[in-house]
């Protein structure tokens, strides 16, 4: 059985995978951390700290840490008044001939499907451009199969059904036993897959709707501060940035961005 490391095993491990990943892995909340570790070491069969080094150092654990460690969305149209926003309010201003949308740490298949279902029922699929940043060669893999465990198939349903969208849910997804898939791998011609993290690899065109729902709440305020930073940086002027609902940009940042809309904490670029 795995024992869960200590504060100084978490302290050691973030300082290697600081290093070898380029991103601050000490700033995700401490209490993220601990639990996020445990749940490492018993689904690699990790006996304890020690040998979860080596077989980083060695890169035997990396790509399969980098598919495990962000906590995956599991719904698609997660919150569907955030979709509703993003078809009626937010594509409308984009008055642009392409398009181009940036998942900077893209965690699960459910959220890019959802976009690609709004952008294919508004005609602007064609002209589109998705960037996802993706750790992980599995987690690609896993994406491109273009399916989704059926445990929430009745609850994707809903919220597919509260979108008051013209088409219908099996226009776009096949159902199977336990799970359902896309009924075309076309529609995942639009994606551009970036390995490495966001400080890192960025999109090669200006951003017009960015995607970072969910992911600030794993990190502490530091690690928060830096990544607003990151996203003013790399975007221009005027691109959308929407957070989570129980998100928002920190005080210290909030020059860089001007709130578009509160109840979905949907920001642009100042």
């Given at each position: 059985m795995a024992i869960g490391p200590t504060i100084n095993d978490i302290r050691e491990i973030t300082s290697v995978l600081s290093e070898k990943l380029k991103m601050?892995?000490?700033?995700?909340?401490?209490?993220f951390l601990r639990r996020r570790f445990a749940f490492l070491f018993e689904e690699l069969k990790v006996k304890n700290t020690r040998c979860f080094l080596e077989a980083l150092d060695s890169n035997d654990l990396m790509d399969e840490f980098c598919y495990l460690f962000p906590v995956e969305e599991k719904e698609m149209f997660r919150d569907p008044s955030f979709w509703r926003t993003l078809r009626g309010k937010i594509i409308p201003e984009i008055q642009k001939e392409n398009l181009s949308f940036w998942f900077p740490e893209l965690v699960s298949t459910e959220e890019l499907l959802s976009l690609i279902v709004i952008l294919d029922e508004q005609n602007l699929l064609q002209k589109s451009t998705i960037y996802c940043n993706v750790g992980s060669?599995?987690?690609?893999?896993?994406?491109m199969e273009g399916r989704i465990h059926g445990k929430f198939t009745e609850l994707n349903k809903s919220n597919f059904k509260r979108l008051e969208l013209a088409c219908t849910f099996e226009k776009y997804f096949v159902e199977e036993t336990g799970y359902i898939r896309m009924a075309s791998d076309k529609w995942l011609d639009h994606v551009v897959f970036l390995s490495g993290n966001y400080f890192n690899h960025l999109p090669d065109k200006e951003v017009d709707v960015t995607f970072f729902r969910n992911r600030?709440?794993?990190?502490?305020?530091?690690?928060?501060?830096?990544?607003?930073?990151?996203?003013?940086?790399?975007?221009?002027?005027?691109?959308?940035?929407?957070?989570?609902?129980?998100?928002?940009?920190?005080?210290?940042?909030?020059?860089?961005?001007?709130?578009?809309?509160?109840?979905?904490?949907i920001y642009r670029i100042s």
């Open positions: 601050d892995y000490s700033n995700y909340a401490f209490s060669s599995k987690r690609v893999e896993v994406i600030m709440l794993y990190y502490n305020a530091k690690l928060q501060a830096e990544a607003e930073r990151q996203l003013h940086r790399s975007l221009n002027k005027g691109a959308f940035v929407v957070l989570g609902i129980k998100e928002k940009i920190l005080k210290e940042n909030e020059l860089n961005f001007v709130l578009y809309d509160r109840g979905e904490q």
